[in-house]
């Protein structure tokens, strides 16, 4: 983002903290911000927007560690997967002179740390913004602007509504990529094609961030997890009778499902052919 921030808003700028000494050493001699800060107050002392971009279940604890040093009118945003409980830590935390909305810029990889930082990771994707009937209408307004020039396209949605659709969307592959993993043998993986490691690509996600994601939405979650159960259930219940009609049904369904998605995305401009 910060790399985004400096090209697309060249006079803007760009203020990051980290709390490892070791990621602000790297930080600093890599230029991803204009300033690397040494303590978190100081980084946001002075700022207009302050973006939160670590793990979900720290939210509470950092939104408490900054809110004195806020100035006022200042816009709070996250880059958390979950949206619920980050709505209600920043209400109890964050004081009333400063405006809080969640984001989930859809972008990313499974690669982790400041070495693997690109300025045109948001390009031609979609951030979610997350409101409530107690948020501020122009820090919103600020919010579309900001990851509009950043590159992406920009949606409206309830904090409730966001966590359904993304539990089943983005938690259940990894929760399903992660399982296939564990559910083979480590000297049998090496003989794993392409369409493996395709299919497990997500679970090299960093586990920390993906625990406080499934803990902080785990009820959504857990029907995900239950309709998949259920299917995996047709699917064995199909295979066991030796029903080959079934099994064709059943993942003709799915294909259909997939190209009419990949024709979407696609014609949306978010695929390249």
Same mark, same amino acid.
């Given at each position: 983002? %910060?790399?985004?921030?400096?090209? !697309? =808003?060249?006079?803007?700028?760009?203020?990051?903290?980290?709390?490892? %000494?070791?990621?602000?050493?790297?930080?600093?001699?890599?230029?991803?911000?204009?300033?690397?800060?040494? /303590?978190?107050?100081? &980084?946001? &002392?002075?700022?207009?927007?302050?973006?939160?971009?670590?793990?979900? #279940?720290?939210?509470?604890?950092?939104?408490?560690? +900054?809110?004195?040093?806020?100035?006022?009118? #200042?816009?709070?945003?996250?880059?958390?997967?979950?949206?619920?409980?980050?709505?209600?830590?920043?209400?109890?935390?964050?004081?009333?002179?400063?405006?809080?909305?969640? !984001?989930?810029?859809?972008?990313?990889?499974?690669?982790?740390?400041?070495?693997?930082?690109?300025?045109?990771?948001?390009?031609?994707?979609? #951030?979610?913004?997350? %409101?409530?009937?107690?948020?501020?209408?122009?820090?919103?307004?600020?919010?579309?602007?900001?990851? !509009?020039? =950043?590159? #992406?396209?920009?949606?409206?949605?309830?904090?409730?509504?966001?966590?359904?659709?993304?539990?089943? +969307? !983005?938690?259940?592959?990894?929760?399903?990529?992660?399982? $296939?993993?564990?559910?083979?043998?480590?000297?049998? $993986?090496?003989?794993?094609?392409?369409?493996?490691?395709?299919? &497990?690509?997500?679970?090299?996600?960093?586990?920390?961030?993906?625990?406080?994601?499934?803990?902080?939405?785990?009820?959504?979650?857990?029907?995900?997890?239950?309709?998949? %159960?259920?299917? $995996?259930?047709?699917?064995?219940?199909?295979?066991?009778?030796?029903?080959?009609?079934?099994?064709?049904?059943? =993942? /003709?369904?799915?294909?259909?499902?997939?190209?009419? =998605?990949?024709?979407?995305?696609?014609?949306?401009?978010? $695929?390249?052919?």
């Amino acid at each position: 983002m %910060t790399l985004a921030i400096l090209r !697309s =808003l060249p006079r803007v700028k760009v203020v990051g903290y980290t709390h490892r %000494t070791a990621t602000r050493r790297r930080a600093r001699q890599l230029a991803v911000a204009t300033e690397v800060a040494s /303590e978190i107050t100081e &980084s946001v &002392s002075r700022a207009d927007l302050v973006v939160v971009a670590t793990p979900v #279940c720290s939210f509470d604890e950092i939104f408490g560690a +900054i809110a004195d040093a806020l100035p006022v009118g #200042c816009i709070v945003t996250d880059v958390g997967s979950t949206k619920v409980l980050a709505h209600r830590w920043a209400t109890k935390r964050l004081p009333k002179t400063a405006y809080y909305a969640g !984001s989930h810029p859809i972008a990313g990889s499974e690669q982790r740390g400041v070495e693997f930082a690109r300025d045109d990771l948001f390009e031609q994707t979609t #951030c979610i913004l997350t %409101t409530t009937k107690q948020t501020n209408r122009k820090a919103v307004q600020t919010l579309r602007r900001f990851w !509009s020039i =950043l590159g #992406c396209s920009v949606k409206l949605m309830t904090p409730a509504e966001h966590d359904r659709i993304f539990a089943n +969307i !983005s938690h259940l592959p990894h929760i399903m990529a992660a399982a $296939l993993m564990n559910a083979n043998d480590v000297e049998e $993986l090496k003989l794993a094609s392409q369409g493996f490691i395709d299919t &497990s690509r997500v679970a090299s996600g960093p586990a920390n961030i993906w625990a406080d994601v499934l803990l902080t939405n785990a009820n959504n979650t857990i029907r995900g997890i239950d309709r998949i %159960t259920a299917e $995996l259930a047709k699917l064995k219940t199909a295979i066991k009778a030796q029903n080959k009609r079934q099994i064709e049904k059943l =993942l /003709e369904k799915a294909r259909d499902k997939r190209r009419a =998605l990949i024709n979407y995305k696609m014609k949306k401009r978010e $695929l390249i052919p």
